[in-house]
């Protein structure tokens, strides 16, 4: 298959902002695809090889890709780094430099999808001293043979950076579309939430159907989104939305992990899917020797203690972890426990499929407990007094708070999926109906006075998991100290987009913009409408949306976030609507 074909499927995507749109050009494209290629063209179309959780990437840096671009251009370095300095985006460079170029070519090989996979495989691999020379010739190797287009997708693979606009939902709504019937749609998303893998779900779909897609299985090695929780500002009212009766659990301030326990190995992931195996080594052995299966996933909350009380530690002690280099001192230093709370796999049993109880039932008797590894303490309550008693219990134990899990036939893990089974709950709901919320970075405006030559306010939002759109609540200035409006850049310099990016949807206009990646926790007053901010634009009134009012930076980077993971739009509207309540 040529590669200009991906690539111009590529240009129609970016060329439009319509999810439907987006939709139809996939669903279009994809039925005309044999499986192994559309396996490997939906990983490209997040810029990848591979799915989210595998532990090799790309990743080559901006410097490198310029200075192929030179090369195949003939225009020396110091000239392609000017046009970065304008531009900010490789790809465009790369497109407008090819296109001079192929105007003067004699002759150049049409790229095939297997000669750009086997060259971005050879950059991914390349390792060693001389490894910085192998990449920038693996991808001078593309770049030679490329078209314009063409050339403009390779570099913003190998950076990372699609820009296409077609998020994982997109993907899966075109899958179904493409395959199967919009009544299908859960079933691939299913799919998708307990494997992490979107190329595997559409291969099995392309091959096999719908049917293939429903024999997909939870696996060991194959991430499971994580389950989400609501949240409500009285125990009362959890109790009322629970039917009076459900288990309640010490809420830790420490790392969500999911250990996929094979036998004889252990992976640790973060909910974003980062491999954390190597942070937390001390949990990844004790975890394969306390349990009793050969294989298992389990999830849990990895807390720093205090060696000499065994107290446990703030949330900050226990990022000591995610260190790179030292890592011995660090466990040494940073005494960790795992506090677990929900079994998925027991040897080949799917224990997604059951209801809570059982899955805490199952998860008790498939651990030996040890200092380390532990469960997190829970109790069955039915009364507010109960259920009061058990929150300061958890206060009193250093715990953010507490989560509520419902007890009926109907509570199954749901994968990626957020509800009212989980409900969290802080003391600070009852003073103000708000949480701390995790908002993606769009945008930033210069400083100004001491501010001035940096990044002085951030244009924030939440992500619309209904539209696909990452839609504005609130212009950040506040809660920054100087160490981090000094790295601000370093942070956030990697996902500057020339031009704002089409999953933004904003009425805002920052002095630069940001491809949305970067999490940062936030808390504010309250929630208010708002006619500048995007958030639930024309829900609770027309012509305008909801905002945070009086935000601050907690010091936070949800660096364990992906941004799809962030705050949603319908939970800043619940949050709204439970203020409105209030004040009735």
Not at 368 to 375: A, G, N, P, T
């Amino acid at each position: 298959m040529l590669y200009s074909e991906i690539a111009d499927v590529f240009d129609r995507l970016e060329g439009t902002s319509s999810r439907l749109e987006m939709t139809s050009i996939l669903s279009g494209f994809f039925r005309t695809l044999d499986p192994v290629s559309l396996r490997h063209i939906v990983y490209l179309s997040q810029g990848k090889l591979h799915p989210d959780f595998f532990a090799v990437e790309l990743g080559m840096a901006d410097k490198l890709v310029l200075r192929s671009i030179a090369f195949v251009s003939g225009m020396s370095e110091s000239k392609i780094d000017e046009l970065w300095k304008k531009e900010g985006d490789p790809g465009t460079i790369a497109e407008t430099l090819v296109k001079n170029k192929k105007q003067t070519a004699l002759s150049y090989e049409p790229l095939t999808l297997e000669t750009v996979l086997k060259n971005l495989t050879l950059i991914e691999n390349a390792e060693g001293r001389d490894s910085q020379d192998k990449k920038t010739k693996y991808l001078f190797n593309l770049l030679k043979d490329s078209g314009p287009v063409e050339a403009r997708y390779i570099c913003r693979i190998v950076t990372g950076r699609m820009r296409i606009g077609a998020a994982s939902m997109t993907i899966l709504d075109a899958l179904a579309d493409a395959f199967g019937t919009k009544e299908d749609r859960p079933e691939i998303e299913r799919a998708f939430n307990i494997t992490c893998d979107l190329g595997l779900v559409a291969e099995t779909l392309a091959t096999g159907g719908v049917d293939a897609v429903r024999k997909i299985k939870v696996a060991v090695g194959n991430p499971i989104k994580v389950m989400l929780a609501e949240r409500l500002p009285s125990i009362p009212l959890i109790l009322d939305r629970m039917g009076g009766r459900c288990a309640m659990e010490f809420k830790y301030d420490g790392i969500r992990v999911q250990a996929h326990i094979d036998k004889d190995s252990v992976k640790l992931y973060s909910r974003r899917l980062e491999d954390l195996t190597s942070n937390f080594p001390d949990i990844a052995s004790e975890l394969r020797k306390r349990c009793r299966a050969e294989r298992a996933i389990i999830e849990g909350e990895c807390v720093a203690v205090d060696p000499e009380t065994g107290g446990m530690l703030p949330f900050q002690t226990v990022t000591h972890r995610r260190k790179k280099h030292g890592m011995d001192k660090a466990v040494e230093d940073y005494p960790v426990r795992i506090f677990m709370f929900d079994i998925l796999l027991a040897d080949d049993e799917d224990m997604t499929l059951y209801p809570f109880e059982q899955r805490r039932s199952r998860l008790g008797k498939t651990f030996d407990l040890s200092e380390k590894v532990q469960l997190t303490s829970m109790e069955v309550v039915g009364t507010r007094q109960e259920g009061e008693e058990f929150f300061s219990k958890a206060l009193s134990m250093k715990c953010e708070g507490i989560m509520a899990k419902s007890l009926s036939p109907e509570s199954v893990y749901r994968a990626g999926s957020r509800g009212f089974l989980w409900i969290k709950y802080k003391k600070d709901y009852e003073e103000a109906l708000t949480d701390s919320f995790d908002l993606v970075a769009v945008g930033a405006f210069h400083g100004r006075g001491k501010r001035a030559g940096k990044y002085g306010a951030l244009l924030m939002a939440v992500f619309d998991d209904e539209t696909g759109k990452y839609c504005t609540v609130c212009k950040l200035g506040t809660g920054f100290d100087d160490a981090f409006l000094a790295g601000m850049p370093d942070m956030l310099d990697g996902y500057l987009s020339e031009a704002r990016p089409r999953m933004v949807d904003t009425q805002m206009t920052p002095d630069v913009w940001f491809l949305p990646t970067v999490v940062l926790e936030v808390v504010a007053a309250e929630i208010s409408l708002s006619p500048t901010h995007t958030a639930a634009w024309g829900v609770v009134k027309e012509d305008a949306g909801l905002g945070l009012r009086f935000p601050r930076f907690t010091g936070r980077v949800r660096d364990d976030k992906g941004p799809e993971e962030c705050t949603t739009a319908n939970e800043i509207l619940s949050i709204y609507e439970l203020q409105t309540a209030d004040k009735l």
